[in-house]
Every structure is written in structure tokens, then in C-alpha cells.
């Protein structure tokens, strides 16, 4: 069995597990339907695809940098009638980082981690207009347990979240007044629970069709718990819902991130500036 992990970074995310109608919510994380969905549509299926393969899969999202919630107001009209539709409220999550992973068969994992580095359609981070900041792959695919690819991940926060947690954690530390904070290694895990065990929470969020004449969705059981990754090392950390080592095992050898390349997504757009009047 493979782990694939992938890298979730973007200025807007919406991972919306029970949206209806005009106000469109997000969850605080990645949902497995929206990250199924994204590796669904790099691999060219339409949405009248069988799913199941990708549904048995086992997920799991790590923390890295938590975000904000920003509440957006949107209009639309109708393409044909140019009636104005009805007013909708949207919800997004800000300057997140996340690290996903998908465990399973390993022709699967490989195939999907192809199709990521070439995908039949772009990636976005749950609705069309959240394309991802940085390349989603994080390296070839590992045969190891997803837990511990998870915790073994290098901390993937942008540099200047790291600035301002550290000047924070400073400040707290030098006056009593400021509750502190916790510390950075110290991230939530998301994964799903095994059967027979009683999960944590329960989302409606096990993709059982697309097809957008009738989507479906199974209940999906989940698991939490805390890990402390350090940049490139392993972590020592602890889940609740099972046994977990207290630190790593030597014969173990810790994950390494793939480079980063520079990237900038707005290089390639023809950029006019209005003369100035004088």
C-alpha cells in the first residue's frame, strides 16, 4: 500500500460539506469528496465516473496553517433570461495551508500522482476560483502507513505565518497578560476512523457519485488528533482513537519534501497599464 501526499496552499479554499442553496459553507479543513473530486478531475473522469476505487481510499489531512473564515456576497443573473438570481452568501477559508493524503493500492496511487504532474483538468481547492498557490504534489508516492506520512511531513506554513507566530509566541512569553500560545509543531490530524471504532465526528462526505443530476454522499466517520512536525526531521507526537509511538523508529527514515519551485501565477498574464495624465 502507497501514500501519496499533497501539498493544499492557496489564497482561498472551500471545502463545503453540507452547502445548500444560497449559503455555501466551508468546513475548517479538507473534505475527502473535495480532494477525491480534484484528483477525479486530473485524471480526466467526467462526473459521471465510477467512483469507487477512489472512495475506498484512506484520507487523512494534517494543519499546517490554519487560515481565516471570510464571508463573501455574490450575484448572479440567468445565462438566458438574464434574470437576476437570488442572492448568495459563500464562505472561504484565507491564507490556508494543508498537507492531504491518500493511502491504497499502489497502481492507483501512482497513477493519480502521474495525473497530478499532467492533469486533464487544473486543480483548484474546492470551487473553481481557488486555484492552488503552490505545486500540490509533495514527491513520489511511499509505501509507509498514512498516519506517519502524515507526521513525518515537513511543516509546510508560509514563511511569514512562521514570522508572526514566533513574534507572538516572543511576546507571550515576555508578559503575563498574554494567554500563550501553542506551540507550532503542535498541529490537528483529520483521518479517517477504521471500522468498528467510534469516530470523533461524522460528515456526510464519502463521494458516492458526482453526476450533477443526483450527487450522493455516504456518512464518513473521522478521527482526531495532534502531531508535532519539525522541518526536516520526524516528529514525536499523539492521536487519540489508538496506540501511537512515542517517537520514531530508528530503522524509519524521515519524509522529505520535494522542492518548491518559484512560481508565480500571474507571470504569464499580459498586464496593460493605463497611461498617466499629465
Known amino acids: 500500500m502507497s501514500v501519496l501526499l499533497l501539498r493544499l496552499a492557496g489564497p482561498l479554499q472551500a471545502w463545503g460539506s453540507a452547502a445548500r442553496f444560497t449559503r455555501r459553507t466551508t468546513e475548517?479543513?479538507?473534505?475527502?469528496?473535495?480532494?477525491?473530486?480534484?484528483?477525479?478531475?486530473?485524471?480526466?473522469?467526467?462526473?459521471?465516473?465510477?467512483?469507487?476505487?477512489?472512495?475506498?481510499?484512506?484520507?487523512?489531512?494534517?494543519?499546517?496553517?490554519?487560515?481565516?473564515?471570510?464571508?463573501d456576497f455574490?450575484?448572479?443573473?440567468?445565462?438566458?433570461t438574464q434574470k437576476a438570481m437570488p442572492l448568495s452568501e459563500r464562505f472561504y477559508l484565507t491564507d490556508a495551508v494543508f498537507v492531504a493524503g491518500v493511502r491504497g493500492e499502489g497502481r492507483l496511487i501512482d497513477a493519480l500522482y502521474e495525473a497530478l504532474l499532467e492533469p486533464v483538468f487544473l486543480p483548484y481547492l474546492g470551487r473553481r476560483s481557488c486555484p492552488p498557490?503552490?505545486?500540490?504534489?509533495?514527491?513520489?508516492?511511499?509505501?509507509?502507513?498514512?498516519?506517519?506520512?502524515?507526521?513525518?511531513?515537513?511543516?509546510?506554513?508560509?514563511?511569514?505565518?512562521?514570522?508572526?507566530?514566533?513574534?507572538?509566541q516572543e511576546s507571550s512569553a515576555a508578559s503575563s497578560d498574554v494567554d500563550p500560545v501553542p506551540a507550532p509543531e503542535d498541529l490537528d490530524l483529520l483521518l479517517d476512523c477504521p471500522a468498528g471504532e467510534l469516530p470523533d465526528v461524522t460528515l456526510r462526505d464519502l463521494p458516492l457519485s458526482f453526476d450533477p443530476s443526483h450527487r450522493r454522499y455516504g456518512l464518513r466517520g473521522i478521527r482526531t488528533g495532534r502531531t508535532g512536525p519539525a522541518d526536516g526531521s520526524t516528529p514525536a507526537g499523539r492521536t487519540t482513537g489508538g496506540?501511537?509511538?512515542?517517537?520514531?523508529?530508528p530503522a524509519r527514515t524521515p519524509a522529505v519534501s520535494a522542492p518548491v519551485p518559484s512560481h508565480d501565477p500571474v507571470a504569464g498574464l499580459p498586464i496593460s497599464v493605463p497611461p498617466r495624465n499629465t
Do not use: C
Open 133 to 168: 498557490s503552490l505545486p500540490v504534489t509533495m514527491g513520489e508516492p511511499r509505501d509507509i502507513g498514512l498516519e506517519e506520512a502524515l507526521r513525518e511531513a515537513p511543516w509546510q506554513a508560509s514563511a511569514w505565518y512562521r514570522r508572526e507566530l514566533a513574534n507572538f
Open 243 to 249: 496506540p501511537s509511538p512515542a517517537g520514531p523508529s
Open 28 to 71: 475548517n479543513a479538507p473534505t475527502k469528496s473535495g480532494v477525491l473530486g480534484l484528483l477525479a478531475a486530473a485524471q480526466g473522469r467526467t462526473r459521471r465516473a465510477d467512483l469507487s476505487d477512489l472512495a475506498a481510499l484512506e484520507f487523512g489531512v494534517r494543519v499546517d496553517q490554519p487560515g481565516a473564515r471570510l464571508r
Open 74 to 80: 455574490q450575484t448572479a443573473h440567468h445565462a438566458d
